[in-house]
């Protein structure tokens, strides 16, 4: 048989995820000048554009426009001028952190506060105590005159009691309140400073968003290799039965490859070194054809593929270029 196709290559897992790579990224560019593009950072360090050798890092590089440069020098200066002032400032008069304080002199503020206010009442409610129960001709000292001024004194105690209460809840609110103050002060002079320090100017772009439409690059090469090695195996598959139809001919019928047994010979091509003809064998019916080699010739060109039997020259069409029809 002749030689084939080729088996083909398997496509290389690299460039095949190089080329997608490219496909489906776009270096988009901004009507101001600015723009994005796609590249690999090269053996110096530096910005390529370009599909990224093997080995090499992928990379994006920023172009900024005339605009956005102006934009930066301007502000960049006086950025660094607020921030030094804005950090001297909060550092040197940063609020301390907040601390819990002790409430006790708030309560008893709040409690003397009200007993002074309560104490004419009490005064009073005394002295009215002491006025009925004269007129009413109970002595002091009596045991009359002491329950009454046992019972006029627990009224007393549970009205200091009560404010005792109300002053050390008040007390407490304003201990919650002071501290929620001071937290506060020191947040917002945190937050002013931190502000400060990282905040940036980010000029306005009119980029695109640089999303190409998917392109499935490596599954339409994997198909097509599919498809190429499929039709190569069909092709060695046909050629594999063709040599086997054709060296059982050539074993059954050996006598057949002889031109002493041929008739209407006519040359119709070529098949590598040899000569192509079609024909038909003495004992044909007319209108017959059939297509091969002579014997005489490919013993002069190929004669491992010749043998003699008896008086006459066979072929073997196994090792010949492969003939539809022999």
């Known amino acids: 048989m002749g030689k084939g196709a080729q088996k083909p290559e398997a496509p290389d897992p690299y460039q095949t995820a190089a080329t997608e790579s490219q496909f489906n990224r776009l270096d988009v560019f901004g009507p101001g000048g600015s723009g994005v593009r796609y590249g690999y950072t090269g053996e ?3 910005f390529v554009g370009g599909v990224a050798p093997e080995g090499f890092q992928a990379a994006q590089s920023y172009i900024e426009s005339p605009f956005e440069a102006q934009i930066r020098e301007t502000l960049q200066p006086a950025s660094t001028e607020l921030v030094g002032t804005l950090v001297e400032q909060n550092l040197g008069g940063l609020p301390g952190p907040a601390r819990v304080k002790d409430f006790e002199d708030v309560a008893t503020q709040l409690y003397e506060a009200g007993y002074n206010r309560m104490q004419p009442s009490f005064e009073a409610e005394s002295d009215r105590l002491l006025s009925n129960l ?3 001709g109970i002595p002091v000292g009596s045991e009359a005159f002491n329950e009454a001024y046992k019972a006029q004194q627990r009224s007393v105690t549970d009205a200091l009691t009560n404010l005792t209460s109300q002053a050390t809840a008040a007390a407490g609110g304003e201990q919650s309140r002071q501290f929620g103050l001071d937290a506060a002060q020191r947040s917002g002079s945190l ?3 931190i502000s400060a320090m990282t905040g940036a100017y980010e000029a306005p772009t009119n980029l695109p968003s640089g999303q190409a439409s998917g392109v499935n690059y490596s599954g ?3 198909q097509k290799y599919q498809s190429d090695l499929a039709a190569y195996e069909a092709d060695l598959n046909r050629r594999s039965q063709a040599a086997g139809t054709l ?4 074993g059954a019928m050996l006598m057949k490859s002889d031109r002493r047994v041929k008739t209407d010979i006519v040359q119709i091509g070529r098949r590598g070194p040899l000569n192509l003809y079609a024909y ?3 004992w ?3 209108g017959v054809m059939r297509m091969g080699y002579m014997a005489q010739e490919v013993l002069k060109v190929i004669p491992d593929a010749v043998r003699k039997v008896g008086a006459w020259l066979a072929v073997d069409y196994s090792k010949l270029p492969e003939v539809d029809h022999a």
């Open 44 to 46: 110096d360090g530096e």
């Open 134 to 136: 004269q007129a009413r």
């Open 191 to 193: 937050n002013e400073l």
């Open 220 to 222: 339409l090469v994997g």
């Open 247 to 250: 060296g059982n001919l050539g």
């Open 280 to 282: 038909r064998y003495i």
């Open 284 to 286: 044909d019916a007319p």
